[in-house]
């Protein structure tokens, strides 16, 4: 018999940004948010965003990045904490690890898609 919860919640959502098709997976395991947001219909480069725990300024939370897997370049670190700085804070400061193959990566697309992925809210 199945259960009426599962153990693993995920949503998928698919719109255009900039005439894009883009396509947002977000999965909700028990000590991360897995979030894939593509353009191209792969992974793509891999990301960790992890609370800072170092910062002073409760009223200001910081994140660190990481590439896990990935070209590691400056403007990756600069999406993944505009993409998914507001995930890791709304689900209890919990890391999140964000999966970025994009093809527009404009501020505008980067705006549409912080919208998309906040639709797909499973934490």
Not at 10 to 39: A, P, R, W
Not at 40 to 60: A, C, E, F, M, Q
């Amino acid at each position: 018999m199945a259960s009426p919860n599962p153990v693993i919640k995920s949503k998928q959502k698919v719109n255009e940004v900039n005439g894009i098709l883009t396509q947002v997976v977000c999965t909700d395991f028990n000590n991360y948010i897995f979030v894939v947001l593509t353009q191209y219909g792969k992974i793509g480069t891999l990301v960790s965003i992890t609370p800072d725990s170092r910062s002073n300024d409760i009223s200001t939370p910081t994140v660190s990045t990481k590439v896990l897997l990935g070209k590691d370049e400056p403007l990756t670190h600069v999406y993944a904490k505009n993409l998914a700085t507001f995930v890791s804070q709304e689900a209890s400061n919990r890391p999140v690890l964000l999966g970025l193959a994009l093809k527009d990566s404009s501020f505008d697309a980067i705006k549409q898609m912080t919208e998309l992925i906040r639709s797909c809210k499973v934490w």
